[in-house]
């Protein structure tokens, strides 16, 4: 039961921090993999320092390990295949991104523990918002109850208000979470959002629920709430050596 695994995977002693970085401009799907690629790799070669990375992408939908073409009812968006667990999914404006790229290796190599942790963090920011979010043993992600919707064979209409899909690579973790600010919803429908397509299960975002709160309140909560479980961390302010990459130096130049 991941309701019942320990959360929270500290930093070793002597870390230097965690890296914080917030791209203000809607930054393209390849190039943040490739940067996402580059970064992980130097990580686990110890030439450079864990990393979070925030980003808003322009409407797209990416296809995890487990997709099923079938889940793209339209492809409204371009499509592509991200390598990360999990399946369909959507990403765009609106919708706050974070990229977690961590050393389990020196942390303590438990995959289980890591999703725990990344699913804490996100219940732990919607809470500051007074929305209470919740794990389902039998689906991913962070979900809402929405009783006020309906019911459907006696059980409360349910809304997903963050996904995850992670990936790792020698102990480094890749991918990471999404939230749900204020996208527009009405993008998801163009696929089986994460492979659950039953009636009485939606998506949501924080606005959608009423709450008038910008990406910046938002961003301000996910590092307070970050720190508690995986420690300090530091602004980025040096240019890393990910962004000798084409695709990194295409990104910084936007």
């Known amino acids: 039961m991941r309701n019942d695994l320990t959360v929270g995977l500290p930093a070793p002693p002597g870390s230097k921090g965690v890296e914080w970085r917030v791209s203000d401009a809607p930054v393209g799907y390849e190039a943040a993999v490739a940067v996402m690629a580059a970064r992980a790799e130097a990580i686990a070669e110890g030439r450079e320092p864990e990393l979070v990375w925030l980003v808003e992408h322009p409407p797209l939908y990416t296809a995890g390990t487990s997709a099923h073409r079938e889940d793209v009812l339209e492809a409204r968006f371009p499509v592509f295949e991200s390598g990360r667990g999990g399946q369909m999914t959507y990403h765009g404006p609106g919708q706050r991104v974070a990229y977690v790229m961590l050393d389990l290796k020196r942390r303590g190599p438990d995959v289980r523990r890591f999703v725990a942790s990344l699913e804490e963090w996100i219940i732990r920011t919607l809470a500051a918002f007074n929305v209470r979010g919740e794990r389902r043993e ?78 910046a309140d938002v961003d301000l909560v996910l590092r307070r709430e970050f720190e508690p479980l995986f420690g300090a961390t530091k602004d980025q302010t040096v240019l890393s050596t990910e962004n000798n990459s084409p695709a990194a130096r295409a990104l910084s130049s936007s």
């Not at 997903?160 to 790792?168: D, L, M, N, T």
């Not at 993008?187 to 606005?207: D, K, M």
Request: glycine share 12%; aromatic share 6%.
């Open 138 to 215: 039998d689906r991913i992600g962070v979900w809402v109850r929405r009783p006020e919707k309906g019911q459907e064979n006696g059980q409360a209409f349910e809304d997903k208000i963050a996904a995850i899909g992670i990936r790792v690579q020698r102990w480094v973790t890749l991918h990471g979470m999404a939230i749900n600010v204020d996208p527009d919803l009405g993008h998801f429908s163009g696929i089986v959002p994460c492979g659950v397509n039953e009636q009485r299960y939606g998506v949501t975002s924080l606005v959608d629920l009423g709450l008038p709160v910008t990406m």
